[in-house]
């Protein structure tokens, strides 16, 4: 299988380390304030969140979001009726630069038509779970031919 998605997207990772396991006190509320924002977005559809899909590795939890644009995640992230503003403004007081607890994200703007997917095994998943998981045949088999395809597309 490979994802099929309609134009542009964003993709958006977002995470957290644990620098000092014993301070529980500080980790644990960064790592719950995810829950409110994921419940809101799964919710509130128009604000662009398409999927998530989240990771535990051995330092922390890792988010992967797809996003219809980055205006819409960039809007949820400054609306201060929603839940990122009082999240942030928490972290801001209880953890700030004292270095217990870091996070981390990074946006990639993906140009439809110019991404890779492919899913052996597996049911939809990561990107194909944002827009739709389809067959692959010959003709979206090669990742490469769907790149060339849409390199003469305007920016």
Do not use: C
């Not at 958006?12 to 644990?18: D, K, P, Q, S, T």
């Not at 535990?56 to 992967?64: D, E, I, L, S, T």
């Not at 809007?75 to 700030?96: E, I, S, T």
């Amino acid at each position: 299988m490979t994802a099929e998605v309609d134009g542009d997207f964003v993709v958006f990772l977002i995470g957290m380390r644990i620098n000092k396991w014993w301070k529980l006190h500080k980790w644990v509320p960064v790592g719950m304030a995810m829950g409110p924002m994921l419940r809101e977005l799964i919710r509130r559809k128009e604000l662009g969140l398409l999927h998530f899909t989240t990771w535990v590795g051995a330092r922390g939890p890792v988010v992967v979001q797809y996003w219809r644009s980055v205006e819409q995640l960039e809007d949820f992230a400054k609306d201060a009726r929603l839940p990122h503003q009082p999240a942030w403004k928490r972290w801001n007081r209880a953890v700030g630069d004292s270095g217990d607890v870091g996070i981390w994200h990074e946006t990639y703007m993906i140009n439809g038509g110019t991404y890779e997917a492919f899913y052996g095994n597996m049911p939809a998943f990561g990107l194909a779970g944002a827009g739709r998981p389809v067959p692959l045949t010959r003709k979206t088999r090669a990742a490469a031919d769907r790149r060339a395809a849409n390199a003469d597309r305007p920016a």
